[in-house]
């Protein structure tokens, strides 16, 4: 078993910050990618940020400059820094890992329940 948990979401005020972390539990073999997605409503869902085996390193354009992300020397933790926030930002934002648990043969994707971020005055 592999589970993605999920915090740090809520409401902030547009300039303010929010840091979310994505911890992956479980029967974990091997993590080769791990990134943050959003989706807001009447939009596709989006990857915001993600790190992948090699140490690269993407980052959507609208967050670049705002955004950051850190992952644990385990590969098991990634966290999502968020600067600036405006309005735009709000959306569900989720985890999601692509690695292999010790009980499967093959690389399976997971994602975490969502977390919802919503920026207002």
């Known amino acids: 078993q592999v589970q993605l948990l999920e915090s740090g979401g809520g409401l902030v005020q547009p300039g303010g910050s929010l840091t979310l972390s994505c911890a992956a539990s479980?029967?974990?073999?091997?993590?080769?990618?791990m990134g943050w997605y959003r989706q807001a409503p009447g939009k596709e869902r989006e990857l915001v940020a993600s790190?992948?085996?090699?140490?690269?390193?993407n980052y959507a354009d609208s967050v670049k400059g705002r955004f950051s992300i850190s992952r644990d020397a385990a590969g098991s933790h990634l966290d999502l820094q968020m600067d600036s926030l405006q309005p735009e930002d709000t959306a569900v934002y989720y985890c999601?890992?692509?690695?292999?648990?010790?009980?499967?043969?093959?690389?399976?994707?997971?994602w975490g329940q969502g977390t919802q971020v919503t920026v207002s005055s």
């Open positions: 999601h890992a692509v690695g292999r648990g010790w009980g499967s043969p093959s690389s399976l994707n997971y």
């Open positions: 479980g029967s974990i073999f091997t993590i080769n990618f």
């Open positions: 790190w992948q085996s090699g140490g690269i390193i």
